[in-house]
């Protein structure tokens, strides 16, 4: 399938310049004769996990105490985000990224060990590599987003694998220099093995 799209010229990176919506999209299935259907899932925040992370925060800083060793603490610019997974057997195929103005974002996931309502996040279950994307001051706004592609590739290739274990996963989302959550879109392309 990779060959496929490199002869086509494409990139595994999809720059579409869509608008951010706060509402969670469905997966939207296409047919390709050639690629086979495809599903489109996009992170959706956990709103209630953010939460928790948050007063797991406040709760140390209130009582004085240091985080568990190990420990990983939400910053103050990020929140928790999930993909539900309707489908496990996937192939990756593509990001859908955009970004309204300027700023950067990241995307780092969280292995298949995490229990949230159970244990706190520890920064060994954190995935490498993390998905980095942003776009400078100065840049127009009609030029797509930058990113690391060899990362990007290789993370959307371990999140699929992730897939066939777990019909949930988490991430984090980093905003920074500007990069909002209200301003971004993000959402993945897999192909349906079945």
């Known amino acids: 399938m990779e060959r496929v799209k490199a002869e086509r010229g494409e990139s595994l990176f999809s720059r579409t310049q869509t608008q951010a919506t706060s509402a969670p999209i469905l997966p939207r299935l296409e047919d390709d004769p ?3 259907s495809e599903i489109e899932l996009t992170f959706t925040e956990d709103l209630q996990l953010t ?16 985080r568990q060793d190990g420990e990983r603490l939400l910053l103050p610019h990020e929140s928790v985000y999930k993909l539900d997974f309707s489908q496990q057997d996937l192939t990756f195929s593509r990001w859908n990224v ?17 229990t949230p309502d159970l244990t706190n996040l520890m920064t060994r279950q954190l995935l490498e590599p993390i998905g980095q994307f942003w776009r400078n001051a100065g840049d127009p ?3 797509p987003i930058k990113c690391l592609e060899a990362d990007i590739q290789e993370f959307g290739e371990r999140i699929a694998e992730l897939a066939k274990v777990r019909k949930v ?8 220099e500007g990069a909002t959550k209200e301003k971004i879109s993000c959402s993945l392309t897999f192909t349906k093995n079945n």
């Open 98 to 114: 955009s970004l309204q103005g300027t700023g950067r974002f990241t995307v780092t996931g969280i292995c298949q060990l995490w």
């Open 141 to 143: 706004d009609d030029l």
């Open 169 to 176: 996963m988490y991430f984090l989302f980093a905003f920074k």
């Open 34 to 36: 050639v690629m086979g």
């Open 51 to 66: 939460e928790v992370m948050r007063l797991r925060v406040q709760s140390l800083q209130q009582k004085g105490q240091k």
